[in-house]
């Protein structure tokens, strides 16, 4: 199956709520990265965490990568109206660049 | 500003032409291209990976004589979906990588639909 699988597939929360998506892999990785994605347009690059780090912050977002798991998660914190839209995450054990996605998590962010 | 651009943004063609997606790196030079392909409601699927001035190397499943791939050029990457049906309608995205291996830059994508 796909490298990558995330869960859950769509998540409906208020604003000022937590999202929280996962995110499992199969194979060794390099790095993880997780990305946005507005209906019909390109991806945004939110944040890449090394294999070699456990957690990593950027604004609201906050992501821990288990590699004993293989497993990965994205919490979005004070969620926004804004912040609807998919999540990705993605891998490289290839190469650099050479990006495995996952299925994706679909946020819906209500006022 | 956009250091990827991909044109055009959006395409219709009728069954059968021949569509030509474009994919330039603005301000480094892109010896790694990737084109990938999202269908509705679904994840990215990894088409192939291009390297400046060698042949594309398709992934498994994708048709290499369909999907006509060109990195002539440190900045200039194209996609060729030849003789599109409507199972080709998709959402096509490039990304590009620099020699040093340190910048990863996506493009906003090309929605192509075959009528």
């Known amino acids: 199956s796909q490298q990558g699988e995330e869960g859950p597939q769509a998540l409906s929360i208020q604003e000022g709520e937590n999202a929280t998506m996962n995110c499992s892999y199969k194979?060794?990785?390099?790095?993880l990265q997780w990305y946005r994605q507005n209906s019909g347009r390109g991806l945004v690059h939110l944040i890449l965490?090394?294999?070699?780090?456990r957690e990593k912050h950027s604004g609201r977002l906050r992501v821990t990568l288990d590699t004993s798991k293989k497993s990965s998660s994205l919490l979005i914190t004070a969620s926004r109206a804004a912040d609807t839209a998919s999540y990705f995450c993605?891998?490289?054990?290839?190469?650099?660049?050479?990006?495995?996605f996952g299925a994706g998590t679909q946020v819906v962010v209500t006022p | 500003g956009a250091v990827v651009s991909q044109h055009p943004s959006w395409v219709i063609c009728k069954s059968g032409t021949s569509v030509k997606i474009e994919c330039r790196s603005l301000d480094f030079q892109a010896t790694t291209m990737f084109w990938y392909r999202q269908f509705p409601k679904q994840s990215l699927m990894l088409m192939a990976t291009?390297?400046?001035?060698?042949?594309?190397?398709?992934e498994q499943g994708v048709e290499k004589d369909k999907f006509l791939i060109n990195h002539a050029s440190l900045t200039l990457s194209t996609l060729t979906v030849t003789s599109a049906h409507p199972e080709d309608s998709s959402f096509y995205i490039c990304?590009?990588?620099?020699?040093?291996?340190?910048?990863?830059?996506f493009g906003s994508g090309t929605q192509l639909s075959v009528l």
């Open positions: 965490i090394r294999s070699n780090e």
């Open positions: 291009s390297n400046e001035g060698s042949k594309a190397t398709y």
């Open positions: 194979t060794s990785i390099n790095n």
């Open positions: 993605a891998t490289d054990a290839d190469s650099w660049g050479k990006l495995q």
């Open positions: 990304s590009a990588t620099d020699r040093g291996g340190e910048k990863l830059f």
